[in-house]
């Protein structure tokens, strides 16, 4: 068999791997725009030693009553209590403060409540209560720094911050119902207006941090895309003007080839060294450019992201191409993006590798792929009619060789497995991966 005729007997030409790997960029780019990246719960900000006297700081409205007791005619032991109770409520409402704003670690997310909000937030009602109805009538106005820490404090989701104001509101109302030093109009008036809006203000707050994180994450979320989008342009181009070039020339050093052989088998004075030599050279010209297009083909293939829905297009592609028909499972491709995407690129590459390896080296007339969870890993079976084990992995594949031995990296990398094997007509590759990612 002469050099052209075991060319054409690899599989597919070049230009089917060309399409084929323009088809995968492209599904991979819709596949990429339809699915984007979840956004995570966006935090604003970051610790800071003194952010918390933000909302502390305010706690001078307290002065004005504590003043009024230290003036009045209350007994000292009386005046002590006061001051106690104010210097616990402080403390409390502090607390409360440092832990929306810590001075150290990581800011909460601002649309949940922080650890330990809401029995600070029983605390200072408690105090306020008992305050406002047996101590001192004057310090009702703790509600309002109740009412300003529900809206601070607890978990935007479902309304909860909102009724927790409404709450405080509420039990400040029952407050001035109960007690004859404060039940008028006018008190509740001067009282519920700063409690409901102190504790909305504060909400308000924290939804428009919640908004200019999302405009944050949505702003990273562009430059991904950008990022993505520039990645796939230079790989096209990068294939398009090496590729076709490199294509050329192979074509051009084969059909030397057969020209230099023809003309040395028609010598009439027998045996050529010169044209055996420059039949050599020409070659190894033609095993060079074949090579280099294969690594720069598996360069291009890195700046794409690996998916089994992009992998199965492509597997179509050239199968058709190579005159093999190829049954895949629906369930291949709608598992891209419902597992985790390491374990997924990892079993996108097993469906790539088995599909080359049956175009090059099986014979085959049919290849089956499946994809089944079993318990919490994911099972891709690819499965062809051909020549069986030895034929389908190649020569530089003997269970160990290049292509199955990077799938094994790539899966051992994700806690996954490999398994090839079968006679002639059913030969198996069986690959697993872990369908979440390890905690650790």
């Known amino acids: 068999m002469d050099v052209w005729s075991k060319r054409s007997a690899e599989g597919p030409s070049a230009t089917a791997e060309e399409g084929m790997a323009g088809a995968a960029e492209w599904a991979d780019r819709l596949a990429y725009l339809d699915s984007p990246p979840k956004m995570r719960h966006p935090r604003v900000g970051q610790p800071g030693r003194y952010k918390w006297l933000f909302a502390a700081v305010w706690l001078f409205y307290l002065i004005d009553p504590v003043a009024k007791v230290a003036g009045s005619h209350h007994a000292p032991g009386f005046k002590l209590l006061v001051y106690g109770v104010v210097a616990v409520f402080v403390v409390a409402y502090c607390w409360l403060a440092n832990a929306v704003y810590p001075k150290t670690g990581s800011v909460g997310v601002v649309n949940e409540a922080p650890r330990g909000v809401l029995p600070i937030l029983v605390v200072m009602a408690s105090i306020a209560l008992v305050t406002s109805l047996w101590i001192y009538p004057d310090l009702a106005v703790m509600w309002v720094y109740v009412g300003a820490g529900a809206g601070l404090g607890l978990s935007i989701r479902n309304g909860v911050a909102f009724r927790g104001v409404l709450v405080a509101l509420g039990l400040m109302t029952v407050c001035v119902l109960v007690s004859s030093d404060l039940r008028s109009f006018s008190t509740w008036l001067t009282l519920s207006f700063p409690i409901f809006f102190a504790g909305m203000s504060t909400l308000g ?236």
């Open 205 to 440: 707050i924290r939804q428009m941090a919640l908004l200019i994180g999302e405009l944050r994450e949505a702003r990273t979320q562009v430059a991904r895309l950008a990022a993505n989008e520039e990645r796939l342009r230079l790989a096209r181009d990068l294939h398009d003007l090496t590729g076709h070039s490199l294509a050329t020339i192979t074509l051009k050093a084969e059909l030397a080839q057969r020209m230099m052989a023809k003309a040395r088998d028609a010598a009439p004075d027998g045996p050529t060294p010169r044209l055996d030599a420059a039949l050599k050279e020409v070659e190894e010209i033609e095993q060079v450019s074949r090579q280099t297009l294969t690594d720069i083909r598996q360069a291009v293939s890195g700046y794409r992201r690996a998916t089994l829905a992009v992998e199965v297009a492509s597997a179509h592609a050239a199968l058709e191409a190579a005159g093999i028909k190829l049954d895949a499972s629906p369930e291949v491709a709608a598992a891209t993006g419902e597992f985790d995407a390491g374990s997924e690129a990892a079993l996108a590459w097993s469906l790539r590798e088995a599909v080359t390896n049956a175009i090059r080296h099986s014979g085959a007339d049919r290849v089956e792929v499946t994809l089944v969870r079993s318990g919490e890993e994911m099972v891709l079976t690819v499965r062809n009619d051909g020549r069986g084990l030895a034929a389908t992995i190649g020569s530089t594949d003997d269970c160990g060789g290049h292509g199955l031995t990077g799938l094994r990296e790539r899966l051992d990398a994700v806690g996954g497995r490999l398994s090839v094997g079968g006679n002639d007509g059913d030969f198996r590759l069986v690959a697993a991966a872990p369908a979440r990612a390890s905690a650790g």
